[in-house]
């Protein structure tokens, strides 16, 4: 493990807002973008409770690139016009990032995901825990092999459409 | 009439019986009934599988309604459910979802209880009440039965056997759990559904494929099978012959929702017992979902998925995959179903009738037997609930 520079880091950042704004504005083409183009390329939300018991099941598995192809697919095609829409806000804030000995980065951030149903107009905290991503840093670009958003909630207040 | 509740007097049961009053889903009072009545009252409800505590020590706590309670495997290998409350001025005993202990301490005033639920020590004994015994004071329990690992409670003394209770939904459970409830727990999805409990059971079991357009697009048809619904409490069960879709290219990893021989028959079975369970297994997911009314427009339901004991870790990691993203709220072919219980949960604050259609040949008779996709099918049960909650139906 060794230092970023603060170049880096800011490149870092710059993945980040990448992430929040597709997600926030449901720009899933943009979401998949922030991810490496490698075929072991992953996502996965999922509970810390599970996560401390060794429970494998997660709330998304997209574990291979082809999942997260496909999950974009779901949310654009297959579920089109069957949900409550809502609009999400990401709060997000690097808390360590680390030069590991194959050059890539892991990053640890906290999140806090607030949302907005289109049917009530209220908008409520959807989930709040911690990033654990691991970065590719390519020149100055970099995008995620992995990124796992681990949730403090061991409840979600209602069902999840998007990616957290 | 003595004894008459107000929401008897006031909600007109209507004589067909595939209308269903809409004010039974939002009315305060008739929410606080059905707590005592059905959830305190003479039915078995699932609380968990033996697997999820598969060690000595290894708990879980859960709501049944407004009840809490804990699930604990004694050193003897035994799963018990207790109240999740001390014998002595009942503080709750244990706050963490799940975990391992070998004693549990109440913090108030320092009981200490065995895994077993039995006293085992307590200060200050001498200044307590004369002939005080620790025998008499163990965590109190439930009534209990289990089925192939799964633990049912009943809270009230009246209850039939589990047995008399399942009725042919007992053949129908056990080949749910791979047919001899060997289970192995991979994992939950945890959700809160803003509906009632009632809307929420009635549309989870049911699957009508015109919502899923999973199904449209992958060119997903139904097979043949049997769909029955108990006479006691109309427990029903959709059992069809699985088909796998065609190749398809609308989706890359088709592993999501391919179907891996695990030896035993190819079929889909989902299972919804009186009053909130559902169990499936499909494809190669194998899900009980635990489910309690939070308020009268709240439900929690916690999806516990499995694989089975004598899976190799292929078998396991393709349950994991596929459980994961197939099912459950944000699944692939069912997050729509989520959608539903909240959307049906705002029309039904809207005045009139509930209509079934779908499989109804006579409006003034029930039926147990229908087709898959048959709305009929819902009817025993919401007959059951008519009656357990004291409601007279309206002559014809
Ligand atoms: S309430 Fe538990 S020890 Fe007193
Ligand atoms: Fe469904």
Not at chain 2, 97 to 113: A, D
Request: net charge negative; hydrophobic share 35%; charged share 25%.
């Amino acid at each position: 493990m060794s230092k970023l520079s603060l170049e880096e880091l800011a490149s870092l950042d710059v993945l980040q807002a990448a992430y929040i704004s597709a997600l926030d504005g449901k720009a899933m083409k943009a979401w998949l973008d922030t991810f490496d183009d490698d075929p072991d390329a992953s996502y996965i939300c999922t509970a810390r409770n599970d996560v401390e018991c060794g429970l494998k099941v997660a709330m998304m598995l997209d574990d291979c690139r082809d999942r997260l192809i496909d999950r974009c697919t779901f949310i654009e095609d297959i579920w089109a016009g069957t949900f409550q829409d809502y609009r999400t806000r990401h709060f997000s804030q690097r808390v360590t990032a680390e030069r590991r000995e194959d050059g890539s980065v892991a990053m640890s951030s906290n999140f806090s995901v607030i949302f907005t149903p289109d049917d009530t107009g209220l908008p409520q905290q959807l989930a709040t825990g911690t990033y654990e991503d691991i970065i590719r840093m390519d020149g100055g670009r970099c995008r995620f092999l992995s990124r796992t958003a681990v949730t403090d909630n061991s409840v979600l207040p209602r069902y999840l459409v998007f990616p957290l | 009439m003595t004894g008459q509740e107000a929401y008897q007097r006031d909600i007109v049961w209507p004589a067909n019986y595939n209308e269903i009053p809409k004010e039974i889903f939002v009315r305060q009072d008739l929410y606080q009934a059905e707590i005592n009545r059905i959830f305190r009252g003479p039915e078995w409800h699932p609380v968990a599988h033996e697997s999820e505590v598969p060690l000595p020590g290894d708990f879980k706590t859960c709501n049944l309604a407004d009840v809490p309670l804990l699930i604990i495997r004694g050193e003897d290998g035994k799963v018990r459910a207790f109240y999740n409350a001390c014998s002595h001025r009942s503080n709750q005993i244990e706050v963490k979802p799940s975990g391992n202990r070998t004693e549990f301490e109440c913090p108030y005033h320092r009981w200490l209880f065995n895994s077993a639920g039995e006293l085992v020590g307590c200060p200050n004994q001498r200044e307590f009440t004369p002939g005080f015994d620790k025998k008499d004071y163990p965590l109190a329990q439930p009534r209990q039965e289990s089925l192939g690992g799964l633990l049912f409670v009943t809270l009230s003394p009246e209850t039939d056997s589990l047995d008399d209770f399942l009725q042919e939904a007992k053949t129908s459970l056990m080949d749910i759990m791979g047919g001899d409830g060997r289970l192995r727990l991979i994992g939950y999805h945890r959700v809160r559904y803003l509906t009632n409990w009632k809307a929420y059971s009635d549309n989870d079991g049911y699957h009508p494929p015109l919502l899923h357009q999973a199904f449209t697009m992958l060119n997903w048809q139904g097979g043949a099978g049997r769909q029955y619904a108990t006479t006691g409490r109309g427990h029903y069960c959709i059992d069809t012959e699985l088909t796998v879709p065609k190749p398809t290219s609308v989706i890359r990893d088709t592993s999501v929702i391919e179907f891996r021989d695990e030896g035993r028959p190819k079929r889909s079975s989902v299972l919804a017992l009186f009053p909130m369970l559902v169990a499936s297994n499909y494809l190669n997911v194998i899900s009980i979902r635990f489910a309690t009314p939070v308020a009268i427009d709240e439900v929690e339901v916690n999806y516990a998925y499995f694989a089975h004991q004598d899976d190799d870790e292929e078998m396991v990691r393709h349950r994991i995959r596929q459980s994961s993203n197939a099912i459950g709220p944000s699944g692939l072919i069912s997050m729509e179903d989520a959608s539903v219980f909240h959307r049906v949960h705002i029309g039904n604050r809207t005045p009139g009738k509930a209509v079934f259609q779908k499989g109804v040949t006579d409006p003034s008779r029930l039926s147990f037997e229908f087709r898959q996709n048959d709305e009929s099918g819902n009817l025993p049960h919401w007959e059951y609930y008519r009656a357990a909650m004291g409601f007279r139906r309206t002559a014809a």
